[in-house]
Nanobody, 125 residues
Framework: QVQLVESGGGLVQAGGSLRLSCAASGRTFSSYTMGWFRQAPGKEREFVAGIGRIGVTIYYADSVKGRFTISRDNAKNTVYLQMNSLQPEDTAVYVC??????????????????WGQGTQVTVSS
């Protein structure tokens, strides 16, 4: 099992940037696929980005392509989400997720087995 703790959220003006981090417990971080999701008030949780075990395979939601970058550092048990050109519609709680060993990288909720508590990102206009 893995525990996930997000950090890096905050309040930023439109056009600004934030970098989220997700630190994972355990010694087998490199065996997990990792993803970022977000949930705005009154909306369903939606996929943002996912990254494979060695960082070669990467998926993005269309809404963030060209603005967000997901990466991972297996030596530090950490996955990152660099968010640039933020817009008010990016306001949400951002949640880190891990898919257990053996899972293929995916963009659906059920592709992931472990979830963090989330970090709030608020973009003002």
């Amino acid at each position: 099992q893995v525990q996930l703790v997000e950090s890096g959220g905050g309040l930023v003006q439109a056009g600004g940037s934030l970098r989220l981090s997700c630190a994972a417990s355990g010694r087998t971080f490199s065996s997990y696929t990792m993803g970022w999701f977000r949930q705005a008030p009154g909306k369903e949780r939606e996929f943002v980005a996912g990254i494979g075990r060695i960082g070669v395979t990467i998926y993005y939601a269309d809404s963030v392509k060209g603005r967000f970058t997901i990466s991972r550092d297996n030596a530090k048990n950490t996955v990152y989400l660099q968010m640039n050109s933020l817009q008010p519609e990016d306001t949400a709680v951002y949640v880190c997720a891990a898919g257990r060993p053996g899972r293929a990288l995916g963009s659906r909720l059920y592709d992931y087995d472990y979830w963090g508590q989330g970090t709030q990102v608020t973009v003002s206009s």
